[in-house]
């Protein structure tokens, strides 16, 4: 019966379970294969190339040179002048003392400089977790009425943040990352850089009064509520920076080589708004100052971490949300940047450095740092070329720190709010959103989902219900994975989908499916029915007796993965089309799907000669049983 | 430069959104098409038709004959022999009086009857869902301290189940039930069964004091510090009935044909029980009875529906959970059964049938119903044709209830701790659990975590647990699709995975990868690592500079779908690829992937000359154009 000069199906025994799972995990945790380029190399070179690869520092500074730092220099010394202004503004967004914001650009930007991979990075604090941190730790000790505890608790989160980063990166799970999508992130970076500037109608309108809630309604409601403390003033000042600062990023979209003089912008807006304030005495008509800033580097906090029960639910939640957010901010990017010079970063090493980061800052004053956007766009712009940049930064800082903090206490809190204001109107990608409106509705709905939920909510639930519907799609990818008819190509051996290519022909008594994705117990019900019924929709079409089905053949080539309940599906499938007089043949199993088919002894059910390698080949096989099966009756 | 005999891959305008979702939608939630047959009928058949499939009582009734009523006559008998100790027994598992276990099986099949689409269904209580609304419900009231409070609640809790099972049943979400996989019913099932089994020590061992927890070491301590309590007597007679019960087990699998006997014998226990504690006075010698049942139907128990916000929560979740279990073991079994025969049953009218069932039970002083494997296994064998079996059931019960019921108030504990334990054994699926060890380790582990969840934490623990590691196994299918390089199988234009087929070759300057799964968010990262690992495995195996790779074709047949994130990997890819001088091709992508990449404006990106319909046509184009670069450089 069989056609002898076909392509035989490989039935070879199946892998051993270590082998087939050691290969599983490495496809899981390290797919990136980061050991792969040392397998033939001597020990002390292997050693060697160990440490370089968990302490990206060993890489580069043995090739680094004069050359280099001159743009290092450059780059660090441009992210300085944004680190300052940016670190106040924020620490004023964690409610936690300005002071404080600074600090937290001295010692991370060293610790990233000796464990981070991406060469572009620039270390400081960001506007969305800060304003996070505050939300969900205010929620248990308030700034205003015990400003000691809650900096402490904010320390403490900040420790957790960074035992959750390194436990990640050790743990391999940069895969967690994956899970924000491209889209939540473009929605939840759009929600947050609405409510953070609602927030500064506080600043910019001079108001002592306000909520604690972020969301639009009732922050909108605070600020009309309050509309005796408006100050004219203040305003009128406010507005005069941002259109400055928003003047200048016109200019960077215009002319891209201006961009440094979007970059000391705000700079050039807290010297102006300092000397401005202490001229003309502002802090008597209304305008509201930082106030005192210490001389000084970081004092230690370690002792200052506080693990009691009574907190630890609430620290530990801001740790995982922050560090989670922050990290998928800086890999990102570090990531997107890397694309533009055509390096790669690895996501498990990022984490690992973040993490490190975190920790030792919560020893040492600071609070939750990651790579910002803004300044990371500034850095490479200013042609950083390593990690380098950084450690500028850090001495810029540190100079800062020991002489030159105490001149910042006449800045404006509006002059902050304009910076905060400007750069979050920056972060409000539209163009994305209509894109994805075009594209893809459903992605669009999940952007929307966490643009309207922190917006109108608040942050980590608009998140948590962009990342649930997200999951909930991939979920239902699974559940219900597509399946198409194919018909024959005149003129060609290629079968393809009949609704995509209408000019394809079915083949008479053969009904060809093709199934795409893994088949397991959330999606094997579904595409048993799904069989059935394009096998009912055949024989609906075509009522004369001869056209009948008698030979169905399952295209696997896009099945790359089965289970047991999909093994059991084949074999009801197979029980019923028996009943229907209808013989199913399998074609081209992928090697996962073909070992589980054996183990089961799901081949010995069916017989090996129903497995083909080609559509052609079975189509053939198909045609002559026909063939054969016709001349029989007519025989009889 | 383009071959201009290669097949065009279709590049027709992509379908309308609304086209396209509604088609989805269709997917998703009417996978089994159920008007596909009513579109060319006249309006009047229509309505009957729509008529029919709603009630299918319409459908087979007016086919009904007095042949068919001899066979579900039998049925009908036989199920109810069953149905009245295993009312009791269930009962008593509910902590409720035993008499709602009767209660149970006269209303419920009148309504299944009318509704279910099953023919073999046989409707009543089962014991896991009963044990499980006892352990939940008991939490927050005592059967002991209040039984009246208790026992509304449980009439609430099936008021929520039946409410639960109707919504998803109307809202077609028949797809939760499919992610309730195989491996998880099989553990849940073992699992249950065992503490059900130890459950029944009480019983056997007449004890008076016991546990309200349900897991087996609670129970097994439980048992042993009221050793004081232990009456051989009971166990004595417990043991004997579990003996016979056994045996005719045992029978049956040697003698299909004598299935009636197994059938029959918890009847025959009952009444033997009766007769020996009626004649024995075994009362009076350590062997409880059942007490008194009272004479007379359902009596209303609508006015007792308590929804006290402080009890809400807990029968809600209750109702949810038990009708989640019920309806995933009462839709398994009907289809089973249906295969059987070469039938379907339709999941979403199932869940209709059995919410309806809840909710009139719920008014009528029943508790959960669905239906039970054991049940509708006899109803199978003793031949029942129709649904009118349960009719029958509901009948016998109806007599059961009016004149018969204070008999059975001699029924031994004991007698019913053992009709219980025999069930349960029969429910551990020691063959499958080793089956699954064999074939699938992570499909065991899904079945270990709710079989040892159950036994040693609790049964929704155990579930959750279950369920949770599917689902994460699922996303990680997701997370991590199998991609594998092609090579050429000599004699043929085939290409297949290297891997699998040792002797496939691959394509000089050319490297074949296909993708599997749908390519987005959650795996596009993953998938970009692994192309570029691919690449640069190829080149250090080819250090000679002719060798190196020109050309990336990526097969997307087994792409069914792609998102935003997906799209932007590619345009990511591309650029990297660009870079390294390597030309990207694509090999016939499904018409969901095309419509995507044409809205994203990707197939402009790469230009339409770049898609190929087969892997065939790609390779021969990319060979004339290595010739002619290859050409050219000898040129130059």
């Known amino acids: ?24 995990c490495k496809e899981t945790f390290f797919p990136d294969d980061p050991f792969h380029e040392m397998k033939h190399e001597k020990p002390l070179n292997k050693l060697k190339k160990t440490i370089q690869y968990f302490i990206p520092l060993f890489e580069w500074l043995p090739n680094y040179n004069l050359r280099l730092f001159r743009y290092d220099l450059l780059a660090g010394i441009t992210i300085t002048s944004l680190a300052i202004p940016q670190g106040i503004s924020y620490a004023k967004l964690a ?7 600074l600090y937290s650009s001295f010692i991370p930007p060293f610790v990233y400089s000796i464990f ?19 939300e969900t730790v205010g929620a248990k000790a308030s700034p205003q009425d015990d400003p000691t505890l809650y900096l402490h ?44 500037c609602l927030q500064q109608l506080k600043g910019m309108f001079g108001l002592i009064h306000f909520t604690t809630h972020t969301d639009v309604v009732s922050v909108l409601g605070a600020v009309f509520r309050h509309r005796n403390e408006w100050r004219w003033e203040s305003a009128v000042v406010g507005i005069i920076f941002l259109a400055f600062l928003q003047f200048t990023r016109y200019l960077r979209q215009k002319r891209p080589k201006l961009f440094w003089v979007s970059a000391i912008a705000p700079m050039v807006v807290v010297v102006v708004g300092c000397l401005f304030a202490f001229f003309a005495h502002a802090e008597k008509h209304g305008i509201q100052i930082v106030g005192e800033l210490k001389k000084g580097l970081n004092p230690p906090s370690i002792q200052y971490l506080n693990f009691d029960p009574q907190y630890l639910p609430v620290t530990v939640r801001a740790g995982l949300i922050t560090g989670l957010i922050a990290m998928a901010e800086g890999i990102a990017i570090g990531r997107s940047f890397a694309i533009m010079k055509s390096e790669q970063t690895d996501g498990n090493k990022e984490m690992i450095a973040f993490g490190f980061m975190n920790i030792i800052g919560s020893f040492t004053s600071c609070y939750l740092t990651t790579g910002p956007f803004s300044k990371t766009a500034v850095n490479f712009n200013a042609g950083c070329r390593t990690a380098m940049s950084n450690v500028v930064m850090g001495f810029c800082m540190m100079l800062t720190l020991l002489f030159l903090a105490p001149l910042f206490r006449y800045t404006p809190l509006v002059a902050l709010s304009a910076i905060i204001m400007s750069a979050m109107l920056g972060l409000i990608n539209y163009d994305e959103m209509i894109h994805l409106f075009k594209v893809d509705k459903f992605d669009f709905v999940i952007c929307m989902a966490a643009f309207l939920g922190v917006s109108f909510i608040s942050m980590d639930v608009g998140l948590m219900l962009s990342v649930g519907l997200a999951l909930l799609r991939a979920l239902l990818y699974v559940a219900r994975p597509a399946a198409c008819k194919l018909g024959k190509i005149p003129n060609s051996s290629l079968y393809r989908d009949t609704e995509q290519y209408p000019g394809s022909t079915p083949i008479q008594g053969v009904l060809v499916l093709q199934l795409g994705s893994p088949i397991y117990f959330a999606n094997s019900t579904y595409i048993r029915e799904r069989i059935l019924r394009y096998i009912k929709g055949e024989q609906g079409v075509s009522d004369s007796k001869t056209d009948i089905i008698e030979h169905l053949l399952l295209d696997l080539s896009g099945v790359s993965s089965i289970d047991m309940t999909g093994i059991e599906t084949f074999l009801e499938l197979r029980r019923i089309l028996d009943s229907k007089g209808i013989k199913l043949s399998i074609v081209n199993p992928r090697i996962e799907v073909l070992e589980k088919m054996t183990l089961a002894k799901f081949t010995d059910a069916i017989g090996k000669e129903s497995f083909y390698l080609s559509i052609e080949d079975a189509v053939q096989n198909c045609r002559f049983s026909l063939h054969s099966s016709k001349t029989t009756m007519e025989e009889a």
């Not at 409610?95 to 914001?101: A, D």
């Not at 980063?165 to 799970?173: I, Y």
Request: contains cysteine; glycine residues 10%.
């Open 95 to 101: 409610s936690i003392p300005p002071i404080y914001g």
């Open 1 to 24: 019966m069989a056609n002898p000069s076909r392509q035989a199906v490989n039935f070879a025994a199946p892998r051993g379970f270590v082998t087939a799972f050691k290969a599983d």
């Open 153 to 196: 608790l904010i320390f403490t989160a900040t420790f957790f943040t960074g035992i959750f980063q390194t436990a990640l990166g050790f743990l391999r799970l940069g895969i967690l990352v994956d899970f924000l999508s491209h889209s939540t992130i473009t929605g939840f970076m759009g929600g947050t850089a609405i409510i953070i």
């Open 116 to 134: 981070g991979s991406s060469k572009h990075l620039a270390v400081g604090t960001v506007a969305a977790c800060s304003l996070l941190l505050s």
